[in-house]
């Protein structure tokens, strides 16, 4: 499901479904028609984020530093 961000406040319902309302700035995961159906509705309210394949994101995933954020405590001249 392509993912979106939206571009400017934006509530709707269609088909009997309230669709809560949608912030500035907010990713929001829909069908590809269902975001057509916005776009017509609202000209200009979404722009599509691009998703990045599986194997690439895999690929970052192994390619990063490892976590450094927590040393052990030790005392004021490095002795425990």
């Known amino acids: 499901m392509p993912c979106f961000r939206v571009k400017k406040t934006y509530e709707c319902g269609k088909d009997g479904v309230d669709y809560a309302p949608w912030t500035p ?11 057509a159906w916005v776009q017509l509705d ?12 599986p194997e690439q994101r895999a ?6 530093p490892p976590n450094r954020a927590y040393r052990p405590p030790t005392g004021r001249y490095g002795d425990r």
């Not at 700035?25 to 975001?35: D, R």
């Not at 690929?59 to 990063?64: C, G, P, S, T, V």
Request: hydrophobic share 40%; no cysteine; aromatic share 4%.
């Open 42 to 53: 609202e000209p200009g309210v979404l722009t599509a984020i691009p998703s990045i394949p």
């Open 59 to 64: 690929r970052r995933q192994a390619n990063l």
């Open 25 to 35: 700035g907010q990713e929001v995961y829909l069908t590809a028609e269902l975001a």
